[in-house]
């Protein structure tokens, strides 16, 4: 009994000098779209983000929705088309994409009040948050937005009173129209104007692989340019593209560090914050 104790105080004070050093800090959260639907975000992942929060970190949540979105696009008779990782976005696919979005966002904030945590709810199109232009990679996208401008006034306002912001993301395009935009590439956009502290990408692998079958072959550590490589030579492939791409553009944004996190493990960002055990993909500079 007495000796379960004393580990357990061992643990706490292990993780000490780790949350005095990111106390007051910000956190950009990255929640993906497989382990994201209707019913919300695994309970873990939300108590981890809780356990940030009362630790004195500023999180900030970004989600995306992928199979809840494509469940809801076939109802309504659309096929699902990804281009290099990137959902391809007709009109009316716009408008099922921020329907099927705003029921998870509010999800989501439910559960981290329902926790004790005060969270607040938006998308990109709201107080400016972000604007977008058409993304043209050389092949065309439909309504998908290029983040080209980010306000960070109300993230601020939020983070100040203590409030978990939690975003979904669209955004409003010059023309007027709303475009869908790619969670990592919203996120990213965001964890760089803040130049915030971490940012993480919970997904459903366990990083950036050499070999994407083989999770031996997990890089720990890599740079912008080895991302690069990585893209060129099509190691990295679909739903990884814009999430390494992410990283990297955080970091030459001014991020310290981004980690690509498998959301399946149990407590994965607490062990990559608050212990000295990195067990993901981080892109460093
Ligand atoms: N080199 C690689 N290492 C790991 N995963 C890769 C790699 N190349 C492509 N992928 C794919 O990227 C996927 C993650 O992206 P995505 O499906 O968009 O997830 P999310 O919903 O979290 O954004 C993985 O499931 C994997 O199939
Ligand atoms: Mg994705």
């Given at each position: 009994m007495m000796k379960e104790a004393i580990r357990k105080s061992g643990v706490l004070i292990e993780a000490l000098p780790y949350i005095k050093k990111f106390f007051g800090k910000i956190v950009v959260i990255k929640y993906g779209g497989?382990?994201?639907?209707e019913k919300g975000i695994d309970r873990g992942i939300l108590r981890d983000i809780m356990f940030m929060h009362y630790a004195g970190m500023h999180p900030i949540v970004v989600h995306g929705g992928g199979p809840f979105i494509s469940k809801m696009m076939k109802k309504a008779g659309l096929e699902p088309k990804f281009i290099n990782g990137r959902r391809y976005t007709d009109e009316q696919a716009v408008r099922i994409i921020d329907k099927a979005l705003s029921v998870i966002n509010r999800k989501i904030v439910s559960e981290l009040r329902g926790m004790g945590a005060r969270a607040f709810g938006l998308s990109g199109r709201e107080n400016n948050l972000i604007k977008v232009k058409k993304m043209t990679p050389g092949y065309d996208l439909g309504f998908v937005g290029e983040v080209t401008s980010v306000d960070t006034t109300v993230l601020k306002r939020l983070v100040k009173d203590n409030i978990v912001p939690v975003i979904y993301p669209l955004g409003l395009g010059r023309d007027g129209k709303l475009y869908n935009v790619n969670a990592d590439d919203m996120a990213s956009a965001i964890a760089a104007k803040l130049k915030a502290e971490k940012f993480v990408l919970l997904t459903?692998?366990?990083?950036?692989?050499?070999?994407?079958?083989?999770?031996?072959?997990?890089?720990k550590t890599l740079n912008s340019a080895d991302v690069q490589r990585l893209i060129n030579d099509k190691a990295i492939d679909s739903g990884m593209i814009p999430k390494a791409e992410a990283c990297s553009k955080a970091i030459r944004g001014g991020v310290k560090k981004a980690h690509i996190l498998?959301?399946?493990?149990?407590h994965a960002m607490l062990l990559e914050i608050f212990t000295d055990k990195g067990i993901g993909t981080e892109i460093v500079n």
């Open positions: 497989a382990a994201v639907d459903n692998v366990m990083g950036i692989m050499k070999d994407k079958g083989n999770p031996k072959t997990l890089y498998n959301a399946g493990i149990e």
